[in-house]
């Protein structure tokens, strides 16, 4: 490997796409800098994640070279490896090693890898991408992430299982392993096989590659401004969640207590949410907004979402602009930055996001690439399954309160004033939405609910005091 050393340093900025990026301001991977090339300027890019959100800078400075991934004459390897046909899909000369020849003592060919079963079956152009990401050591395969890259950490996103396949408690992703419960439950599918077929039409493949959505090079530069929306290695524009991770709430025993003059109201079974929307992103604190112009990304989507878009025309996942039946993937999609929204959400006034939000693009442990599952109410506590929402209210003399999942609670008292106890105060969520009853009609989808509900234990709590009131429900999550 002596030579290749050598010569890393030589190409670095000749053939790839050269500079760097700062994405995402409001979360904490912010401080994370991405080149426009991560192979060929691997010593400006930034990249790792742990599961306490301080995102360490894992990455290596060694550059990924031309010949790391090229054999400059013949390549014997089969199958699918290119995303685009000349006379076949076999082109790029991808790499292959001969033990004894050309300096190299393994011999390797990337293989078709994974499982139609197991929804992660990869062809050889993808494959070559997975062993060196998921190599430590050279040894059977010619390279490897660390001792080769210097790089310290798998090269693979926080959402996913390494492979991206494995059965429940099996090789958890980064999110599994930083909140248990949602290690509960094992691959559902994705890019490389979807958790079931799509009920919408969609213009493109991605035939086990990788190369459909990453140009290995480099961000191109006919992205032009948008070009800062290309990383890591994409062919189209994509923004990175600006949201932290939504969980749900650990604690089930939070107390939130509002007093009036002679008494005081409350709750002792109420939770601070784990779920994070635009009104506390991009606000301060529990800030409940519906401005259409504060608080919201900025981005359009042909920023956050142009590689998407690509493939998943808008006219097929949001095709009505008004009010399409709740829970249907029209519906849901009416909460994207610049699609319209309805009802309450009208210009977007409510919720305005990237579909960072809500999806990964690898593959996820939630179906349809999903990431939240904010509001499947049976994980309050962060159990599998059995919990269950908390809506209380409560009345003294002359004063009030109640409050319930989601949004939390208020009171009112006739001398103390009146305040917000938790979370967004008494709001109405998704209440007036759909006919279902609470705490149903919270549910914002029909695919990621996975846990059964337990028995609400605190409905109809609440306040007491003589002049005093409040009460309050769970603040939601
Ligand atoms: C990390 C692996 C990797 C590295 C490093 C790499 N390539 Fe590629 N290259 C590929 C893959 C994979 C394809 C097929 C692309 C596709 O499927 O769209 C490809 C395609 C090509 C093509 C075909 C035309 C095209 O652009 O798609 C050329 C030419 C090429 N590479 C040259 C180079 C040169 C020169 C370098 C060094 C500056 C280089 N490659 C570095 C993986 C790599
Ligand atoms: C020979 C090893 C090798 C191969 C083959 C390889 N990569 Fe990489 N890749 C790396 C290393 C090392 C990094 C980390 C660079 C750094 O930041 O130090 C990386 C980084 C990346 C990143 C950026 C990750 C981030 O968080 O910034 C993407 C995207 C990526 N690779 C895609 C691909 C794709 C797609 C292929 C296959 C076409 C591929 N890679 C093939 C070694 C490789
Ligand atoms: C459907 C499009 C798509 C396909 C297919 C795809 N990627 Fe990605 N990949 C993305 C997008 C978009 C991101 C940026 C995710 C983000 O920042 O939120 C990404 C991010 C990455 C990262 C950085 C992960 C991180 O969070 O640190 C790596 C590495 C990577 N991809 C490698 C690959 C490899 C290897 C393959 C094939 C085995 C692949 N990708 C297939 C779209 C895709
Ligand atoms: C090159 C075309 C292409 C691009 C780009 C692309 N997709 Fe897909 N997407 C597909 C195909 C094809 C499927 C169906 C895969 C299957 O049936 O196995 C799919 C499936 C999906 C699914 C359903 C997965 C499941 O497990 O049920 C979601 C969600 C999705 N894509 C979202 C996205 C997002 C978000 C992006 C942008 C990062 C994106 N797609 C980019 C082609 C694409
Ligand atoms: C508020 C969360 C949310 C946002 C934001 C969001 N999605 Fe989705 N998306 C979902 C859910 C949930 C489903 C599954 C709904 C179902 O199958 O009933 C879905 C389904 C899909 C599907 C599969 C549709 C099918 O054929 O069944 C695609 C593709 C998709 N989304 C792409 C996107 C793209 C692209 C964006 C951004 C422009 C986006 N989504 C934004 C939550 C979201």
New binding site residues.
Partial sequence: MGRHKRRRTLFASRHYAMGQVQRCKCHPKNTQAKAFSAHGNAAANQ???NTSETWPNTSGTVNVLCFDCHNSHGSSVAGTTTSYTSATTNGAILKDTTAGKGGYAMTYKPQVEGSAAGKNL?NPG?SL??DC?MTQDSGATPWGYQDTFGSTQQ????WEKPYWTGAAGVNPSGAQMRYPYKNLIGSQGG?FGASSSLTSQVMGT?GG??T???DPHGVSPTLGANQTYGV?L?KGT?M??PYKEDAAPSATNVRVSFSGEKGSGGTTAASTPGYHIDQNTFSTGWNWSTSTTSGKITQTDAQFAG?CLRCHAKTAINPTTGAATWKSVDRIHNTVKGWGGSGANANNAVHAYTC?KCH???NSCLPRLVVTNCLDFSHRGQVGSGGAPNRASGRGEKGSGSGQFPAGGGGRSEKGGSGQANAFGARSCHDNTNTSGWPNNQRWNAVTPWGTQGTPTNIGGGGKGDRGGGGDGWGGY
């Fill in positions: 990249r790792g994640w990869s993808a991408c997975i990401h090269i693979v996103g926080y890019h991605i590659l990788c459909p959505c990453h890591p994409l994509w990175t969640s590689l960072s990964t693009p690898h």
